[in-house]
């Protein structure tokens, strides 16, 4: 399973962006979807997570009532919609793909590269 996001970029605080993470299998359907972050000189984090049906989804508390994720099995793609944006949510966020819509970090098995999100204040 190879996993790509795009849709990083720089936005002033209050701004909003949208990440997307295309997946290259024909197991899409079957896989738990996440996305977590990694600001610099700190641990990768917990943002949300969707499982395969998208009936079960949780938030971190930081980004609860700001982000929201969602998926498009017919194109094998996770979004995560990121509105309100504060300088704390800075960071390299990542998707990933595993079984089990868990907020652990070790319970995905696949990987995207990251993409950059900066918000200025």
């Known amino acids: 399973v190879q996993l790509v996001e795009s849709g990083g970029g720089l936005v002033q605080t209050g701004g909003s962006l949208r990440l997307s993470c295309a997946a290259s299998?024909?197991?899409?359907?079957?896989?738990?979807l996440g996305w977590f972050r990694q600001a610099p000189g700190k641990k990768r984090e917990f943002v949300a997570t969707?499982?395969?049906?998208?009936?079960?989804?949780y938030y971190a508390d930081s980004v609860k009532g700001r982000f929201t994720i969602s998926r498009d099995n017919r194109k094998d793609t996770v979004f995560l919609q990121m509105d309100s944006l504060k300088p704390e949510d800075t960071a390299v966020y990542y998707c990933?793909?595993?079984?089990?819509?868990?907020?652990?970090?070790?319970?995905?098995?696949?990987w995207g590269q990251g993409t950059q999100v900066t918000v200025s204040s």
């Open positions: 990933a793909a595993g079984s089990g819509a868990s907020t652990v970090l070790n319970d995905y098995d696949y």
């Open positions: 299998t024909q197991t899409f359907m079957s896989l738990d």
């Open positions: 969707i499982n395969w049906s998208g009936g079960s989804i």
